[in-house]
């Protein structure tokens, strides 16, 4: 994932990264489609469409990643460029912003991170929407919504925003209604209500207390 960089005009900062499980397979086949991907890439020579490899991860990063990083401090950027894990981070394939499209997020929260140049994260992304034309299938349908430009998505700026948010309201005193604060002063997910956040801890404390399976009785003959 990248967002765009406001101090340097058509570039991109690295962002994070989402997995693809929760969309429909078809829905990845037609993403494919779009930028020319092969199913057999794994095939010695491949080409790979519109996406590319680098020849190393000591290569340097393409044109289109700013070489502004808030790694270390997102009121003083720094322009070294974006430092990554070799292990971890960086990508296996890169496309370019203009073959590129538009994923629509939703998250468990936005939170601080070294690891990216954007110098915050999404906690738990998953997939909601791709910004493409829907092709013809109800179930592509249920993914697919109206094309938007690639150049048109977050800023970075838009999203310390939300992050410097966000820590303003954990900040504030308990309000009175219980409803909108937890009464124990433990702050809400930023994308999430508080409501939310209860069923989703008493989710987790229940499978937590549940016993083990016994082992199945069997009666001898």
Not at 164 to 170: A, F, I, T
Not at 173 to 179: F, H, V, Y
Request: hydrophobic share 35%; proline share 9%; aromatic share 10%.
């Amino acid at each position: 994932l990248g967002c765009r960089c406001d101090r340097r005009e058509r570039a991109f900062l690295p962002l994070g990264k989402v997995s693809t499980g929760g969309i429909p397979r078809q829905v990845l086949h037609t993403l494919m489609e779009h930028t020319e991907f092969p199913r057999d890439f794994e095939r010695a020579n491949a080409h790979y469409g519109q996406w590319f490899r680098a020849a190393s991860t000591d290569a340097p990063l393409p044109e289109f990643v700013s070489d502004v990083s808030y790694q270390r401090d997102l009121l003083q950027p720094e322009n070294t460029g974006w430092k990554y894990s070799r292990s971890g981070n960086y990508p296996d394939f890169w496309i370019r912003p203009q073959h590129s499209f538009v994923l629509q997020i939703n998250a468990g929260e936005i939170v601080r991170s070294t690891a990216f140049a954007a110098g915050v994260t999404l906690r738990f992304p998953r997939i909601q929407k791709v910004r493409l034309d829907p092709p013809d299938g109800a179930e592509a349908s249920a993914v697919f919504a109206a094309e938007k430009d690639i150049f048109e998505v977050e800023t970075v700026g838009s999203l310390h925003v939300a992050l410097l948010e966000k820590l303003q309201r954990q900040q504030e005193p308990a309000a009175t209604d219980a409803s909108a604060h937890p009464p124990d002063g433990t702050p809400p997910c930023a994308f999430l209500t508080y409501a939310q956040t209860l069923r989703t801890r008493a989710g987790k404390a229940r499978r937590r207390r549940r016993p083990p399976a016994s082992p199945p009785k069997v009666r001898g003959s």
